[in-house]
């Protein structure tokens, strides 16, 4: 089968390797439909973070079931999944408290790369989400919002649950990626009264506002941060803010447009520590991290794409096919792409 493998910094190659096979308990084959490119793949693509030569990439899919090993009793041959980039037992903890991304037992599937013809996904019981249908029932559009479902939909929802949006609330979003664009998404689900979308990019911002944003902020450091408690009663602040970034930089900010007493939403892959004792002067929550797939999307977030009160899918604005994978790398390095898309299969 052909599949994408990290070659070394700045350079994505697809090669033939083995189609993976079922060789232990609660395992999956999955022929894969749509993948996708994170922002996080950046990291070592840039070279900023280690990865080792020759090995398969991504962490985002939806596709059918090929086969499941013997043991499995949620899911079937021919089911269509949302293939999610956390690997929940769903019986430990941390997954009944419903932080599948942090479960005790996390087995990641071997097969390592979800950007292929096919890929092994363990432990399929608990993880898989089942989609109605098939692929052919749905539209390339539907498709795309079905496949952030497998990790950016839902890590902009985490940033917003995180962040204890409300309804009523004033919300800030820090990032304008597809995760804080997502996160833009979340807020609005949760009720927020008024968004405001820190953004330097007219497309994205433009996007932003599609997706809900009722104020867009543009400029950059002091002259942002003065914008948006303008925008917040009293000047106090943002009742809930959402760090969609990872920088150090980032959080500061946060703080610094957050109310006293709000929280803010992380989940950014952090570059560094925060280092600001500001947040404990102003009585502002700080959590987050890595984000749950399974429930939200089971619970929440599937619906609302199924019922089309949401579009996600439309932070992808570029496609690839497979063999052109170094493209949609080179599209979002170079800020070609919000986001770009693979489409594999069907």
Known sequence: MKAAVFIAPGQIEVKEVAKPVIDGKNQAIIRVVRASVCGSDLW???????REANTLVGHEAIGVVEQV????????????????FTHGCGHCVACLNGFEGNCLNQKPGSNGGYQAEYMKYEPADSGL??????????????????QTLSDVMATGFHA??????????????IGDGAVGLCGVIGAKLLGAEKIILLSHHEDRASLGKEF??????????????????ALTKENAGADAVLECVGADSSIEQAGQIARPGAVIGRVGVPHAEPK?????????GLRGGIASVTKPDKEVLLKAVLDGQINPGKVFTKSFDLDHVADAYAAMDQRQAIKSLLVIGN
């Open 276 to 284: 600001s004792n500001l947040l404990f002067w102003k009585n502002i």
């Open 44 to 50: 070592w693509y840039r070279g900023i973070a280690k």
């Open 212 to 229: 809900g944003a009722d104020e867009i902020v543009a400029e950059k450091g002091e002259d942002a941060v003065k914008h948006v408690l």
């Open 69 to 84: 090993s013997e043991d499995v009793k949620q899911v079937k041959e021919g089911d269509f999944v949302i293939v999610p």
């Open 160 to 173: 917003a649950k995180s962040a204890e949006v409300k309804p009523g609330d004033t919300v800030a979003v």
């Open 129 to 146: 989400v089942k989609i109605p249908g098939m692929p052919a029932d749905y539209t390339d559009e539907q498709l795309a919002s079905l």
